[in-house]
């Protein structure tokens, strides 16, 4: 029964993805969200990690 449950899983899985994926382009992303999470933390990159930073009026 568990291997049935993992099964289905899967399935909705693909459908849900295919689901988001329906249109968009790879050739031309267009990026609707924001990042969950910095690439790095902040917390790793040192006190030198102000070029990093936005800049404003830019």
Known sequence: MLDRLEQEEARLRRRLLFRILRG???DAPK???ETITDPIPPQLLGKDADYLLPQRGA
Do not use: V, Y
């Open 24 to 26: 968009f382009s790879f």
């Open 31 to 33: 990026f609707g969200g």
